[in-house]
């Protein structure tokens, strides 16, 4: 884990013996085919869910306001932590990248998983991304999956054939690759990592086009000079995008020059915890820190717009932060392991999953208003959660 997450939340002792779903990931995943139908979701109907270990203690992970669990995925223990999530463009499905180099993609609405894909390294998968669905879009782009791994490798999947269109080992120098991002109109996708430069691809030719980097001079931040751990493109603008990472600064990139040409300072970024609204064009950053970790940003000017106060009794230091619909925002990581629905007007908590059996890693939205569902990994769980009116 510490190859691609700062200093991740600890473990709970013991083994779940109770009230779980027997799961069907019974044969070594590289040579399972998942059926449609089979295993690796269990349906919750109530607020809150209860497990016991074997030495008899309650592990309770539970719901409070307006937010109801619809389903867990739970994948198999050999499959390791679950380290990113994504949802498809249309929301109909969730892809899911493990620590053992797996990544699943399930049925967003039943939680079933329908597709499996392995490589050989088993180095934990830092991200997935599904290709953007476009209008006119050729049949050949239909199906694709971007995925990145601590091993340094970009590979780019047809999910449905289960066929690697492109396995590249990036080089870097540090080997992780952290994170990665489409443009709007899916023409080029950017790749981020241990190293400070950021490598940007054509989609169709699949070659590094550019890296960009900050410059020689130490008196000039125009790019990063540490590890950079999530990459976020500008909702309307393909050339634009923002990134983040340990050096407490987000840099704002044009894909055409080589050094950033706007930056601000403050959030300390570990996780995928960038994003942008895109109606006022707000930046949310989610920092892994006790202290402001939640906060809102102004793209056009970098200037702070305001803190979002840490809730009195599950405050958190953040790995992952997002918009979700218009209303309201989500964040979620390790302290206090929840994951939380925030109003953006009020900036109140309406709705929180807490006490889970570890950090939230990641999370992701289907971006299908009004209420959208909403993904939080915890270990090797997925919980699919949604508001719910008053």
């Known amino acids: 884990m510490s190859a691609v997450r700062a200093a991740p939340a600890p473990v709970r002792s013991g083994r ?99 597709h499996v894909l392995t490589c050989e390294d088993r180095m934990p998968v830092t991200s997935v991304r599904f290709f953007p669905s476009l209008h006119n879009q050729t049949p050949e782009k239909n199906h694709i999956l971007l995925a990145t791994y601590a091993s340094g490798h970009v590979r780019i999947w047809h999910y449905t054939s289960g066929k690697c269109l492109l396995s590249k080992n990036e080089m870097r120098r540090r080997n992780d690759t952290s994170s990665s991002a489409f443009n709007i109109s899916g023409d080029k996708f950017v790749t981020v990592g241990a190293d400070p430069e950021i490598f940007v691809y054509d989609s169709e030719t699949k070659k590094r086009i550019n890296v960009l980097e900050a410059t020689n001079c130490m008196d000039k931040m125009d790019g990063h000079r540490f590890r950079v751990f999530s990459v976020q493109f500008h909702p309307n603008d393909p050339n634009v995008f923002i990134s983040g990472g340990w050096d407490n600064t987000v840099q704002f990139w044009d894909v055409r020059s080589r050094h950033a040409f706007r930056k601000l300072y403050g959030p300390h970024i570990c996780g995928d915890s960038l994003d942008i609204d895109p109606v006022h064009y707000h930046i ?107």
Request: proline share 5%.
């Open 16 to 114: 779940v013996s109770e009230i779980v779903l027997p799961s069907g990931d019974l044969e070594a995943p590289h040579q399972r085919q998942p059926a449609i139908g089979g295993p690796d979701v269990r349906t919750i109907g109530g607020r809150s869910t209860s497990m016991t270990t074997d030495e008899g203690k309650l592990l309770d992970e539970f719901t409070e306001g307006n937010i109801r669990i619809l389903n867990i995925i739970e994948g198999d223990l050999e499959n390791g932590v679950v380290m990113c999530v994504k949802f498809s463009t249309d929301g109909s499905l969730l892809a899911a990248g493990f620590s053992n180099g797996h990544v699943k993609v399930y049925d967003a609405f039943d939680g079933q998983c329908h």
């Open 284 to 390: 949310l950053t989610g920092s892994w820190r006790t202290d402001t970790p939640l906060q809102i940003w102004d793209f056009g000017t970098g200037e702070k717009i305001k803190d979002v106060p840490q809730d009195r009794l599950f405050g958190s230091m953040l790995y992952c932060a997002q918009w979700v619909g218009k209303e309201t925002l989500a964040c979620g990581g390790s302290m206090q392991n929840m994951a939380r629905l925030i109003d953006r007007g009020t900036l109140n908590t309406v709705g929180q999953l807490a006490n889970l059996p570890n950090g939230v890693y990641a999370m992701d939205n289907d971006r299908q208003d009004p209420r959208p569902v909403i993904a939080a990994a915890a270990s090797n769980k997925v919980y699919l959660l949604k508001q719910v009116p008053k």
